[in-house]
Protein backbone atom coordinates (compact mmCIF):
# COMPACT_ATOMS: atom_id res chain seq x y z
CA UNK A 1 0.00 0.00 0.00
CA UNK A 2 1.29 3.08 -1.21
CA UNK A 3 -0.37 6.05 1.46
CA UNK A 4 -0.81 6.17 5.51
CA UNK A 5 -3.90 6.11 6.21
CA UNK A 6 -4.97 9.90 7.65
CA UNK A 7 -8.14 8.66 9.15
CA UNK A 8 -9.97 5.97 11.01
CA UNK A 9 -13.41 4.47 10.41
CA UNK A 10 -15.09 6.40 13.42
CA UNK A 11 -14.04 9.29 12.07
CA UNK A 12 -15.63 8.31 8.23
CA UNK A 13 -18.71 7.12 10.05
CA UNK A 14 -19.16 9.70 12.16
CA UNK A 15 -21.67 11.71 11.17
CA UNK A 16 -25.46 11.02 11.48
CA UNK A 17 -27.72 10.10 8.76
CA UNK A 18 -30.77 12.14 8.38
CA UNK A 19 -34.15 9.58 7.04
CA UNK A 20 -37.40 10.25 6.37
CA UNK A 21 -37.44 14.51 5.60
CA UNK A 22 -41.08 15.34 6.20
CA UNK A 23 -42.61 18.93 6.11
CA UNK A 24 -45.67 20.33 7.21
CA UNK A 25 -48.63 21.31 5.06
CA UNK A 26 -49.37 25.17 6.21
CA UNK A 27 -46.35 25.72 8.22
CA UNK A 28 -42.25 25.77 7.01
CA UNK A 29 -41.51 23.24 9.37
CA UNK A 30 -39.54 20.46 8.38
CA UNK A 31 -38.98 17.28 10.14
CA UNK A 32 -36.67 13.86 10.10
CA UNK A 33 -34.89 10.99 12.05
CA UNK A 34 -31.38 10.80 12.35
CA UNK A 35 -29.65 7.70 13.02
CA UNK A 36 -26.00 8.26 14.40
CA UNK A 37 -23.87 6.22 16.15
CA UNK A 38 -26.40 2.98 16.35
CA UNK A 39 -29.01 6.32 17.92
CA UNK A 40 -32.13 7.20 16.49
CA UNK A 41 -33.45 10.32 17.51
CA UNK A 42 -36.13 12.69 16.05
CA UNK A 43 -35.41 16.43 14.81
CA UNK A 44 -37.25 19.17 13.67
CA UNK A 45 -36.36 22.94 12.15
CA UNK A 46 -38.22 25.85 11.33
CA UNK A 47 -38.55 29.08 9.36
CA UNK A 48 -37.40 31.62 9.41
CA UNK A 49 -33.70 30.47 10.34
CA UNK A 50 -34.21 26.57 10.53
CA UNK A 51 -31.67 25.58 13.33
CA UNK A 52 -32.58 21.75 13.88
CA UNK A 53 -34.05 21.20 17.55
CA UNK A 54 -33.97 17.30 18.83
CA UNK A 55 -36.80 16.20 19.77
CA UNK A 56 -36.34 13.22 21.44
CA UNK A 57 -33.29 11.75 23.79
CA UNK A 58 -32.53 8.16 22.99
CA UNK A 59 -28.93 8.26 23.67
CA UNK A 60 -28.09 4.92 24.07
CA UNK A 61 -27.22 2.01 21.25
CA UNK A 62 -30.16 0.26 21.73
CA UNK A 63 -31.16 -0.75 18.44
CA UNK A 64 -34.40 -0.03 18.73
CA UNK A 65 -35.63 1.35 14.86
CA UNK A 66 -37.27 4.52 14.30
CA UNK A 67 -39.27 5.03 11.23
CA UNK A 68 -42.01 6.36 9.75
CA UNK A 69 -42.23 10.16 10.88
CA UNK A 70 -45.36 12.29 10.04
CA UNK A 71 -46.01 15.77 10.51
CA UNK A 72 -49.28 17.69 11.37
CA UNK A 73 -50.52 20.18 8.66
CA UNK A 74 -49.85 22.53 11.39
CA UNK A 75 -46.38 21.46 12.40
CA UNK A 76 -47.49 20.82 16.22
CA UNK A 77 -47.06 17.51 16.18
CA UNK A 78 -45.36 14.62 14.54
CA UNK A 79 -45.65 10.55 15.15
CA UNK A 80 -43.43 7.96 14.63
CA UNK A 81 -42.96 4.15 15.00
CA UNK A 82 -40.30 3.18 17.38
CA UNK A 83 -38.87 -0.76 17.30
CA UNK A 84 -38.22 -2.72 14.17
CA UNK A 85 -40.02 -4.17 11.12
CA UNK A 86 -41.46 -7.75 12.43
CA UNK A 87 -39.90 -10.90 10.69
CA UNK A 88 -41.84 -13.09 8.88
CA UNK A 89 -42.79 -14.97 12.05
CA UNK A 90 -44.08 -11.94 13.42
CA UNK A 91 -41.15 -11.22 15.43
CA UNK A 92 -39.97 -8.06 16.71
CA UNK A 93 -36.10 -7.65 16.94
CA UNK A 94 -34.61 -7.63 20.75
CA UNK A 95 -31.23 -6.72 20.10
CA UNK A 96 -29.80 -6.01 23.54
CA UNK A 97 -32.16 -9.43 24.82
CA UNK A 98 -34.64 -7.43 27.47
CA UNK A 99 -35.87 -9.91 29.08
CA UNK A 100 -38.95 -7.19 29.46
CA UNK A 101 -39.22 -8.01 26.07
CA UNK A 102 -39.75 -5.42 23.00
CA UNK A 103 -41.89 -4.29 20.91
CA UNK A 104 -43.11 -1.61 17.72
CA UNK A 105 -45.20 0.98 18.79
CA UNK A 106 -46.31 4.33 17.41
CA UNK A 107 -45.12 7.19 19.44
CA UNK A 108 -45.73 11.09 19.18
CA UNK A 109 -43.82 14.28 19.98
CA UNK A 110 -44.60 18.42 20.56
CA UNK A 111 -42.56 20.21 18.29
CA UNK A 112 -42.88 23.04 21.18
CA UNK A 113 -41.17 20.38 22.96
CA UNK A 114 -41.26 18.30 26.17
CA UNK A 115 -41.13 14.66 26.48
CA UNK A 116 -42.36 12.34 23.61
CA UNK A 117 -44.90 10.36 24.39
CA UNK A 118 -46.28 6.71 23.90
CA UNK A 119 -49.61 6.32 21.59
CA UNK A 120 -50.34 2.46 21.12
CA UNK A 121 -48.73 -0.40 20.25
CA UNK A 122 -49.10 -0.90 16.33
CA UNK A 123 -46.72 -1.71 13.20
CA UNK A 124 -47.99 1.01 10.77
CA UNK A 125 -48.72 4.43 11.07
CA UNK A 126 -51.15 7.02 9.25
CA UNK A 127 -51.54 10.63 11.51
CA UNK A 128 -54.88 13.03 10.50
CA UNK A 129 -53.92 15.96 9.32
CA UNK A 130 -55.36 17.78 11.89
CA UNK A 131 -52.77 15.80 14.53
CA UNK A 132 -55.32 14.68 16.85
CA UNK A 133 -55.55 10.96 15.55
CA UNK A 134 -53.20 8.17 14.21
CA UNK A 135 -55.08 5.26 12.22
CA UNK A 136 -53.26 1.73 11.89
CA UNK A 137 -54.11 -1.50 10.70
CA UNK A 138 -54.42 -4.53 12.73
CA UNK A 139 -55.29 -8.53 12.06
CA UNK A 140 -57.64 -7.44 9.74
CA UNK A 141 -59.13 -4.47 11.05
CA UNK A 142 -58.82 -0.87 11.51
CA UNK A 143 -58.00 1.22 14.25
CA UNK A 144 -57.79 4.74 15.64
CA UNK A 145 -56.22 6.38 18.36
CA UNK A 146 -56.28 9.90 20.08
CA UNK A 147 -52.58 11.34 19.61
CA UNK A 148 -53.16 13.13 23.11
CA UNK A 149 -50.17 13.10 26.15
CA UNK A 150 -52.91 12.87 28.76
CA UNK A 151 -54.43 9.69 27.37
CA UNK A 152 -51.14 7.32 27.18
CA UNK A 153 -52.31 4.36 29.70
CA UNK A 154 -50.72 1.50 27.67
CA UNK A 155 -53.28 -0.74 28.93
CA UNK A 156 -56.15 1.21 28.11
CA UNK A 157 -54.56 1.68 24.53
CA UNK A 158 -53.37 -1.28 23.46
CA UNK A 159 -57.06 -3.34 24.15
CA UNK A 160 -59.31 -0.79 22.75
CA UNK A 161 -61.15 -2.51 19.98
CA UNK A 162 -60.96 -1.19 16.10
CA UNK A 163 -62.95 1.72 15.16
CA UNK A 164 -65.52 -0.90 13.50
CA UNK A 165 -66.20 -4.07 12.81
CA UNK A 166 -66.63 -5.54 8.99
CA UNK A 167 -65.72 -8.39 6.71
CA UNK A 168 -62.45 -8.95 4.85
CA UNK A 169 -58.82 -8.03 5.74
CA UNK A 170 -59.05 -4.24 6.12
CA UNK A 171 -56.28 -2.45 5.44
CA UNK A 172 -54.07 1.19 4.61
CA UNK A 173 -56.49 3.61 6.26
CA UNK A 174 -55.77 6.97 3.98
CA UNK A 175 -57.51 10.12 6.17
CA UNK A 176 -59.77 12.59 4.34
CA UNK A 177 -58.67 16.18 4.19
CA UNK A 178 -60.30 17.64 7.22
CA UNK A 179 -59.43 14.47 9.37
CA UNK A 180 -63.32 13.23 9.13
CA UNK A 181 -63.45 10.15 7.16
CA UNK A 182 -61.27 7.59 6.49
CA UNK A 183 -60.51 5.98 3.04
CA UNK A 184 -59.32 1.80 3.14
CA UNK A 185 -58.86 -1.23 1.87
CA UNK A 186 -60.92 -4.51 2.26
CA UNK A 187 -59.88 -7.52 0.85
CA UNK A 188 -62.03 -10.53 0.30
CA UNK A 189 -60.10 -13.21 -1.56
CA UNK A 190 -60.13 -12.86 -4.98
CA UNK A 191 -61.64 -9.33 -5.22
CA UNK A 192 -61.15 -6.35 -2.93
CA UNK A 193 -63.55 -2.75 -2.17
CA UNK A 194 -62.35 0.36 -1.37
CA UNK A 195 -64.21 1.27 1.62
CA UNK A 196 -65.23 4.93 3.97
CA UNK A 197 -65.92 5.04 7.26
CA UNK A 198 -67.72 8.48 8.41
CA UNK A 199 -66.06 9.09 12.20
CA UNK A 200 -68.74 11.36 12.94
CA UNK A 201 -71.63 9.83 11.34
CA UNK A 202 -70.45 5.97 12.04
CA UNK A 203 -71.34 3.86 8.95
CA UNK A 204 -69.57 2.52 5.31
CA UNK A 205 -69.88 3.90 2.14
CA UNK A 206 -68.16 0.86 -0.57
CA UNK A 207 -67.31 2.73 -3.65
CA UNK A 208 -68.82 1.03 -6.98
CA UNK A 209 -68.28 -2.32 -5.37
CA UNK A 210 -67.86 -5.34 -7.27
CA UNK A 211 -65.84 -7.85 -8.12
CA UNK A 212 -62.62 -6.39 -9.15
CA UNK A 213 -59.82 -5.89 -6.84
CA UNK A 214 -59.73 -2.06 -6.25
CA UNK A 215 -56.59 -0.49 -4.04
CA UNK A 216 -54.63 3.04 -3.55
CA UNK A 217 -57.82 5.46 -2.53
CA UNK A 218 -56.40 8.49 -2.68
CA UNK A 219 -58.55 11.96 -1.64
CA UNK A 220 -59.71 14.91 -3.81
CA UNK A 221 -58.41 18.14 -2.24
CA UNK A 222 -61.79 19.20 -1.33
CA UNK A 223 -63.00 15.80 0.25
CA UNK A 224 -65.83 14.88 -1.57
CA UNK A 225 -64.09 12.35 -4.53
CA UNK A 226 -61.80 9.38 -3.83
CA UNK A 227 -59.92 7.89 -6.94
CA UNK A 228 -58.31 4.51 -6.77
CA UNK A 229 -56.88 1.66 -8.73
CA UNK A 230 -59.18 -1.12 -10.53
CA UNK A 231 -58.05 -4.06 -11.54
CA UNK A 232 -59.81 -6.89 -12.53
CA UNK A 233 -60.52 -9.58 -9.60
CA UNK A 234 -58.13 -13.02 -9.97
CA UNK A 235 -58.68 -15.70 -12.06
CA UNK A 236 -60.41 -18.45 -11.48
CA UNK A 237 -57.11 -20.55 -11.92
CA UNK A 238 -55.39 -18.41 -9.46
CA UNK A 239 -56.13 -20.84 -7.08
CA UNK A 240 -56.61 -23.72 -8.97
CA UNK A 241 -54.51 -26.74 -9.40
CA UNK A 242 -53.55 -27.57 -13.14
CA UNK A 243 -52.53 -30.69 -12.29
CA UNK A 244 -50.06 -31.88 -15.41
CA UNK A 245 -52.24 -29.74 -18.05
CA UNK A 246 -49.89 -27.40 -19.53
CA UNK A 247 -50.81 -23.22 -19.62
CA UNK A 248 -51.39 -24.50 -23.47
CA UNK A 249 -54.09 -27.13 -22.49
CA UNK A 250 -56.14 -24.46 -20.35
CA UNK A 251 -58.86 -22.56 -21.95
CA UNK A 252 -58.30 -19.05 -22.19
CA UNK A 253 -59.38 -16.76 -19.38
CA UNK A 254 -58.66 -19.32 -16.44
CA UNK A 255 -54.90 -17.85 -15.40
CA UNK A 256 -55.37 -14.61 -16.82
CA UNK A 257 -58.08 -12.07 -16.02
CA UNK A 258 -58.76 -8.40 -18.24
CA UNK A 259 -61.84 -6.22 -18.68
CA UNK A 260 -64.00 -5.91 -21.52
CA UNK A 261 -61.53 -4.27 -24.18
CA UNK A 262 -58.57 -6.32 -23.05
CA UNK A 263 -56.96 -3.90 -21.04
CA UNK A 264 -56.16 -4.55 -17.27
CA UNK A 265 -55.49 -1.53 -15.24
CA UNK A 266 -57.60 1.57 -14.68
CA UNK A 267 -57.89 4.74 -12.34
CA UNK A 268 -61.67 5.12 -10.87
CA UNK A 269 -63.10 8.38 -9.18
CA UNK A 270 -66.09 7.90 -6.43
CA UNK A 271 -68.14 10.26 -4.71
CA UNK A 272 -67.12 9.58 -0.91
CA UNK A 273 -70.05 10.15 0.20
CA UNK A 274 -72.92 7.94 -2.33
CA UNK A 275 -70.33 5.69 -3.57
CA UNK A 276 -70.98 6.06 -7.33
CA UNK A 277 -68.06 6.22 -9.34
CA UNK A 278 -67.16 5.72 -13.41
CA UNK A 279 -63.66 5.22 -14.52
CA UNK A 280 -61.51 7.82 -15.46
CA UNK A 281 -58.47 6.11 -17.46
CA UNK A 282 -57.30 2.74 -18.54
CA UNK A 283 -54.17 1.41 -19.94
CA UNK A 284 -54.16 -0.07 -23.50
CA UNK A 285 -54.62 -3.72 -24.02
CA UNK A 286 -51.15 -4.73 -25.19
CA UNK A 287 -49.55 -2.71 -22.52
CA UNK A 288 -47.93 -4.52 -19.59
CA UNK A 289 -46.18 -2.05 -17.70
CA UNK A 290 -49.23 -0.23 -15.43
CA UNK A 291 -49.97 -4.11 -13.48
CA UNK A 292 -46.97 -3.40 -11.91
CA UNK A 293 -47.99 0.51 -10.71
CA UNK A 294 -49.38 0.38 -7.14
CA UNK A 295 -49.76 3.61 -5.75
CA UNK A 296 -51.66 6.99 -7.51
CA UNK A 297 -52.07 10.54 -6.09
CA UNK A 298 -54.83 13.18 -6.32
CA UNK A 299 -52.68 16.26 -7.11
CA UNK A 300 -54.97 19.31 -7.76
CA UNK A 301 -56.71 18.49 -10.79
CA UNK A 302 -54.62 15.55 -11.58
CA UNK A 303 -54.18 12.17 -11.02
CA UNK A 304 -50.27 11.00 -10.75
CA UNK A 305 -48.53 7.72 -10.66
CA UNK A 306 -44.96 6.26 -11.51
CA UNK A 307 -45.10 3.91 -14.33
CA UNK A 308 -42.53 2.59 -16.74
CA UNK A 309 -44.10 2.70 -20.61
CA UNK A 310 -40.67 3.97 -22.27
CA UNK A 311 -38.13 2.05 -20.47
CA UNK A 312 -37.87 4.79 -17.74
CA UNK A 313 -39.54 5.17 -14.49
CA UNK A 314 -41.61 8.36 -15.14
CA UNK A 315 -44.69 10.22 -13.49
CA UNK A 316 -47.35 10.64 -15.72
CA UNK A 317 -50.70 12.76 -14.82
CA UNK A 318 -54.38 12.16 -16.40
CA UNK A 319 -56.82 14.63 -15.77
CA UNK A 320 -59.78 14.55 -13.46
CA UNK A 321 -61.60 17.53 -15.35
CA UNK A 322 -60.81 16.43 -18.78
CA UNK A 323 -59.94 12.72 -18.95
CA UNK A 324 -60.41 12.42 -22.81
CA UNK A 325 -56.59 14.17 -22.78
CA UNK A 326 -54.84 10.53 -21.88
CA UNK A 327 -52.01 9.89 -19.69
CA UNK A 328 -49.31 13.15 -19.91
CA UNK A 329 -46.10 12.36 -19.13
CA UNK A 330 -44.26 15.06 -16.55
CA UNK A 331 -41.03 13.56 -16.11
CA UNK A 332 -39.22 12.76 -19.65
CA UNK A 333 -35.73 11.94 -20.17
CA UNK A 334 -33.01 9.27 -20.21
CA UNK A 335 -33.30 8.71 -16.17
CA UNK A 336 -35.33 7.80 -13.48
CA UNK A 337 -37.89 9.80 -11.73
CA UNK A 338 -37.62 8.77 -7.96
CA UNK A 339 -38.48 10.21 -4.82
CA UNK A 340 -41.35 13.17 -5.10
CA UNK A 341 -43.04 15.83 -3.25
CA UNK A 342 -46.20 17.91 -3.89
CA UNK A 343 -46.37 21.48 -3.04
CA UNK A 344 -49.44 22.08 -0.10
CA UNK A 345 -51.63 23.01 -3.53
CA UNK A 346 -50.72 20.00 -5.29
CA UNK A 347 -50.42 21.96 -8.50
CA UNK A 348 -46.44 21.42 -8.48
CA UNK A 349 -44.57 18.08 -8.50
CA UNK A 350 -40.87 18.21 -7.41
CA UNK A 351 -38.64 15.14 -7.85
CA UNK A 352 -35.91 13.91 -7.61
CA UNK A 353 -34.15 12.02 -10.86
CA UNK A 354 -30.57 11.29 -12.80
CA UNK A 355 -31.84 12.69 -15.97
CA UNK A 356 -28.32 14.70 -17.51
CA UNK A 357 -26.46 13.32 -14.99
CA UNK A 358 -26.83 9.55 -14.55
CA UNK A 359 -24.43 8.68 -11.56
CA UNK A 360 -26.03 11.30 -9.22
CA UNK A 361 -29.35 13.02 -8.38
CA UNK A 362 -31.04 16.15 -8.64
CA UNK A 363 -34.20 18.43 -7.98
CA UNK A 364 -36.25 19.22 -10.65
CA UNK A 365 -40.32 20.48 -10.44
CA UNK A 366 -43.07 20.49 -13.12
CA UNK A 367 -46.59 21.38 -13.30
CA UNK A 368 -48.65 17.91 -12.37
CA UNK A 369 -51.14 19.14 -15.21
CA UNK A 370 -47.87 19.03 -17.59
CA UNK A 371 -45.89 21.24 -19.01
CA UNK A 372 -41.74 21.62 -18.91
CA UNK A 373 -40.38 20.62 -16.32
CA UNK A 374 -37.13 22.61 -14.78
CA UNK A 375 -34.03 21.46 -13.35
CA UNK A 376 -32.95 23.23 -9.61
CA UNK A 377 -29.80 22.12 -8.60
CA UNK A 378 -26.88 20.67 -10.78
CA UNK A 379 -23.56 20.38 -10.48
CA UNK A 380 -21.17 17.66 -8.47
CA UNK A 381 -23.79 17.16 -6.18
CA UNK A 382 -26.70 14.80 -4.78
CA UNK A 383 -30.14 16.55 -3.77
CA UNK A 384 -33.19 13.72 -2.85
CA UNK A 385 -35.48 13.38 -1.21
CA UNK A 386 -37.40 16.49 -1.65
CA UNK A 387 -39.99 17.81 1.28
CA UNK A 388 -41.28 21.22 -0.55
CA UNK A 389 -42.17 23.91 2.41
CA UNK A 390 -45.54 25.67 3.07
CA UNK A 391 -44.80 28.62 1.45
CA UNK A 392 -43.27 27.36 -1.45
CA UNK A 393 -39.99 29.10 -0.98
CA UNK A 394 -38.05 26.58 -0.50
CA UNK A 395 -37.51 22.87 -0.91
CA UNK A 396 -35.89 20.55 1.71
CA UNK A 397 -33.99 18.12 0.92
CA UNK A 398 -31.45 15.15 1.62
CA UNK A 399 -28.16 16.14 0.27
CA UNK A 400 -24.15 15.50 -0.23
CA UNK A 401 -21.87 14.71 -2.86
CA UNK A 402 -18.41 13.03 -3.15
CA UNK A 403 -17.14 13.69 0.18
CA UNK A 404 -19.68 14.98 2.02
CA UNK A 405 -21.94 13.19 3.50
CA UNK A 406 -25.85 13.17 3.34
CA UNK A 407 -27.34 16.08 5.38
CA UNK A 408 -30.35 18.46 5.40
CA UNK A 409 -30.64 21.15 3.29
CA UNK A 410 -32.72 23.72 1.41
CA UNK A 411 -32.49 24.44 -2.21
CA UNK A 412 -34.63 27.87 -3.71
CA UNK A 413 -37.72 26.84 -5.40
CA UNK A 414 -36.46 29.19 -8.42
CA UNK A 415 -32.95 27.16 -8.61
CA UNK A 416 -29.30 27.31 -7.05
CA UNK A 417 -27.30 25.58 -4.57
CA UNK A 418 -28.07 23.74 -1.80
CA UNK A 419 -27.97 25.53 1.86
CA UNK A 420 -27.33 22.42 4.59
CA UNK A 421 -29.44 23.39 8.07
CA UNK A 422 -27.34 20.29 9.32
CA UNK A 423 -23.38 20.36 10.50
CA UNK A 424 -20.89 17.66 10.45
CA UNK A 425 -18.50 16.53 13.00
CA UNK A 426 -15.07 17.78 13.46
CA UNK A 427 -14.12 14.47 13.13
CA UNK A 428 -15.30 13.97 9.58
CA UNK A 429 -12.24 13.95 7.09
CA UNK A 430 -14.46 15.99 4.21
CA UNK A 431 -10.92 17.19 2.94
CA UNK A 432 -8.80 14.08 3.28
CA UNK A 433 -11.38 12.04 0.65
CA UNK A 434 -10.97 11.25 -3.04
CA UNK A 435 -13.80 11.81 -5.80
CA UNK A 436 -14.31 8.57 -7.64
CA UNK A 437 -13.94 8.20 -11.35
CA UNK A 438 -17.18 7.69 -13.84
CA UNK A 439 -15.85 4.47 -15.50
CA UNK A 440 -18.08 2.26 -18.41
CA UNK A 441 -17.05 -1.24 -19.49
CA UNK A 442 -18.35 -3.51 -21.90
CA UNK A 443 -19.15 -7.28 -21.23
CA UNK A 444 -18.32 -10.16 -22.87
CA UNK A 445 -21.90 -9.95 -24.69
CA UNK A 446 -21.21 -6.57 -25.41
CA UNK A 447 -23.77 -5.07 -22.93
CA UNK A 448 -22.22 -1.84 -21.16
CA UNK A 449 -22.37 -1.38 -17.16
CA UNK A 450 -21.21 1.23 -15.06
CA UNK A 451 -18.97 1.67 -12.60
CA UNK A 452 -17.35 4.29 -10.14
CA UNK A 453 -13.69 4.00 -9.54
CA UNK A 454 -11.35 5.47 -6.91
CA UNK A 455 -7.91 5.90 -7.25
CA UNK A 456 -5.14 6.97 -5.11
CA UNK A 457 -3.20 10.90 -6.08
CA UNK A 458 -0.28 9.41 -5.15
CA UNK A 459 -0.11 6.64 -8.02
CA UNK A 460 2.58 6.15 -10.21
CA UNK A 461 2.09 5.72 -13.60
CA UNK A 462 2.69 2.04 -14.06
CA UNK A 463 2.37 1.20 -10.32
CA UNK A 464 0.76 -2.39 -9.16
CA UNK A 465 -1.76 -1.46 -5.93
CA UNK A 466 -3.78 -3.85 -3.93
CA UNK A 467 -7.24 -3.37 -5.35
CA UNK A 468 -10.83 -3.96 -3.65
CA UNK A 469 -14.06 -4.80 -5.58
CA UNK A 470 -17.50 -3.36 -4.27
CA UNK A 471 -20.56 -5.07 -5.19
CA UNK A 472 -23.56 -3.88 -3.82
CA UNK A 473 -26.68 -5.96 -3.05
CA UNK A 474 -30.23 -5.34 -3.65
CA UNK A 475 -29.99 -5.96 -6.71
CA UNK A 476 -32.19 -3.14 -7.26
CA UNK A 477 -29.40 -0.54 -6.22
CA UNK A 478 -27.65 2.06 -8.12
CA UNK A 479 -23.69 3.51 -6.54
CA UNK A 480 -23.51 7.15 -7.62
CA UNK A 481 -20.71 9.49 -7.45
CA UNK A 482 -21.35 10.28 -3.75
CA UNK A 483 -22.71 9.47 -1.06
CA UNK A 484 -26.15 6.98 -1.20
CA UNK A 485 -29.46 8.03 -0.14
CA UNK A 486 -29.97 4.64 1.97
CA UNK A 487 -28.06 4.27 4.57
CA UNK A 488 -26.27 1.03 4.59
CA UNK A 489 -25.13 2.15 0.93
CA UNK A 490 -24.17 5.31 2.45
CA UNK A 491 -21.89 3.85 4.90
CA UNK A 492 -20.72 1.24 2.38
CA UNK A 493 -19.41 4.63 -0.11
CA UNK A 494 -17.77 5.84 3.42
CA UNK A 495 -15.99 2.13 3.62
CA UNK A 496 -14.98 2.60 -0.03
CA UNK A 497 -13.40 6.06 1.07
CA UNK A 498 -11.63 4.87 3.97
CA UNK A 499 -10.05 2.10 1.71
CA UNK A 500 -8.85 4.43 -1.24
CA UNK A 501 -7.14 6.44 1.34
CA UNK A 502 -5.78 3.69 2.78
CA UNK A 503 -4.15 3.58 -0.63
CA UNK A 504 -6.53 1.09 -2.21
CA UNK A 505 -7.20 1.03 -5.77
CA UNK A 506 -11.34 0.34 -4.98
CA UNK A 507 -13.83 -0.29 -8.18
CA UNK A 508 -18.00 -0.20 -7.14
CA UNK A 509 -19.70 -1.63 -10.19
CA UNK A 510 -23.25 -1.27 -10.66
CA UNK A 511 -24.32 -4.86 -12.44
CA UNK A 512 -26.86 -5.63 -14.60
CA UNK A 513 -30.45 -5.94 -12.86
CA UNK A 514 -29.76 -2.51 -10.98
CA UNK A 515 -31.74 0.61 -11.05
CA UNK A 516 -31.14 3.77 -12.64
CA UNK A 517 -30.15 2.91 -16.42
CA UNK A 518 -33.40 2.35 -17.50
CA UNK A 519 -35.58 -0.81 -17.60
CA UNK A 520 -33.31 -2.75 -20.34
CA UNK A 521 -29.82 -2.83 -17.98
CA UNK A 522 -32.52 -3.53 -15.02
Do not use: C
Request: aromatic share 12%.
Amino acid sequence: VGSAQSFSIDDILSPGYPMGLVSARSVDRVAWIEFERGMRNLYTAAAPDFTPVRLTDYVDDDGHDMTEAQISDDGSVIAFIRGHTPNRDGWIANVLSDPRGTERAIWAASTRGGEPWRVVEAWNLALSPDGKWVAYSKEGAIYRAPVNPGINDPDVMDAAPPLFSVFGDNRNPVWSPDSRKLAFVSVRGDHSYIGIYDTEKPGITYLSPGVDRDTSPTWSPDGERVAFIRRPGLPFGDHADPGEATEEDLPDGLLTSRFAGGYDWSIWVAGADDGRGAELWHNTPEDETHREVGEIIWADESIIFQAEPDGWRHYYSVSTEHPGQGAELLTPGDGIAEHISLSADGATLYYATNVGDIDRRHLWKVSTSGGRPTQLSRGETIETYPAVLASEDQVAVLAGDAVRSFGVALVPTGGGSARYITTLPTDFPIDDQLSPESVTLTAEDGFEFYNQVWVPDDLEPGEKRPALLFIHGGSRRQMLLGYHYMHFYHMAYAMNQYFANKGYIVMSVNYRSGVGYGRDFR
